[in-house]
């Protein structure tokens, strides 16, 4: 490290810079495929993509904290779920979630869906792999996020007939406070 | 999909997924050789879809030599798919090796090469994606990281070395 200077000693850019889609959808698919051939079932392939996905929340709400002016701490479950669909979603795909929906009968379930899954669009799904999403990557970024901010959950991906890709997000019911709700 | 409308997303949406991968792939073998040799590979992958991807985005002309093509892709080819531009410069005598530096590299943004790590070429994906790149357009070459800004090198650079040009052979259906 002699000549360079440390990552966290340089500032942060005001506005991060854009990349060529193609160039991020080969890489994920890339991720993709070399996730495929380390498992065994879809299940554990989704859960793979998590992680992954999980590595990428943890830093990525960091610097979206670094660069938010408004220093606001998000104390209540719809504050955070609007963060997710606005906030988060923009600076991932430069565009909100498009439907954000309780699950009926349950305060802590929460269903955020995108017509358009940016990163489904570039991986076709062969038949043995029957219902996998790929956007469990996207999962696990979201759960990062969500327990960065104090209210862990566990995100599921799933694809539903005319809303394209939904996450399913179950709140902790133990460790989210009565007044947050 | 309009034609040569350049979709684009967040850089460090990009460079943190790269990161993950190398994490992923770091936690999954043994050695740092062996994790530069599976990032060899996929970047082998990406160069060989990128040629599709930048012929039919763009108005290129055809590229008659090897030199000329190293400097289109390193030129236009960094430019459209990383944003950055890169330079080839001291070639041999004889037009088969040169030097590539990428300037501003985008995958290293938050990156720190731990101790234990010091065989890591962090980003070699390059190489591969390169080497991609150039088989599809008939050379067969080495690529090897030669500078790493994570080793305290003031830029990245790489050695793109032509082994050999490939025939064109038609598949046999034609």
């Known amino acids: 490290m002699e000549s360079r200077t440390h990552p966290l000693d340089r500032a942060l850019p005001r506005v991060p810079r854009d990349i060529s889609l193609s160039t991020y959808a080969l890489l994920f698919s890339e991720v993709v495929r070399y996730t495929t051939n380390r498992v065994n079932s879809v299940p554990e392939l989704e859960q793979k993509l998590a992680v992954i996905g999980r590595r990428v929340g943890v830093r990525l709400v960091e610097v979206m904290a670094m660069r938010d002016r408004t220093s606001r701490r998000r104390i209540k479950i719809h504050d955070v779920l609007a963060f997710l669909q606005t906030n988060l979603w923009r ?8 439907l954000l929906e309780q699950v009926t009968s349950d305060v802590c379930s929460y269903m955020l869906s995108d017509h358009d899954m940016l990163v489904n669009k570039f991986i076709s799904i062969s038949k043995e792999y ?47 406070p009565q007044e947050a709700l | ?4 409308e350049v ?14 991968l190398v994490a992923q792939l770091l936690e999954d073998y043994e050695s740092d050789d062996e994790v530069n040799k599976q990032l060899d590979k996929m970047g082998y992958n990406i160069g060989v879809r990128m040629v ?31 944003g950055v531009t890169a330079t ?41 994606a390169i080497r991609g790149a150039l088989e599809l357009l008939q050379y067969r070459t080495r690529v090897t990281m030669t500078k790493d800004v ?25």
């Not at chain 2, 930048?54 to 290129?60: E, R």
């Open chain 2, 1 to 4: 999909m309009a034609r040569r």
């Open chain 2, 7 to 20: 979709k684009r997303v967040n850089g460090e949406l990009f460079t943190m997924t790269y990161g993950a």
């Open chain 1, 91 to 98: 600076t991932l795909f430069g565009k909100p979630a498009d």
């Open chain 2, 52 to 82: 599709d991807d930048f012929i039919a985005n763009t108005n290129t002309e055809r590229c008659g030599s090897f030199k000329e093509t190293c400097t289109t892709l390193a030129k236009e080819g960094f430019r459209m798919f990383l």
């Open chain 2, 88 to 128: 080839i410069s001291n070639w041999t005598a004889d037009d088969k090796e040169c030097t590539l530096t990428i300037d501003d590299n985008p995958l290293v943004a938050f990156v720190e090469l731990p101790d234990e790590h010091r065989e890591l070429n962090y980003c070699n994906m390059y190489c591969g």
């Open chain 2, 150 to 174: 994570l080793k305290g090198d003031k830029d990245t650079q790489l050695t793109i070395t032509l082994l050999e040009v490939l025939d064109d052979v038609p598949p046999p259906e034609d």
């Open chain 1, 130 to 176: 029957g219902d996998l999403n790929c956007a469990a990557f996207v999962g696990g970024i979201v759960e990062a996020a969500v327990d960065g901010m104090g209210f862990p959950a566990e995100v599921a991906a799933h694809t539903v007939e005319g809303k394209g890709t939904t996450l399913l997000i179950k709140f902790d019911h133990t460790k989210i």
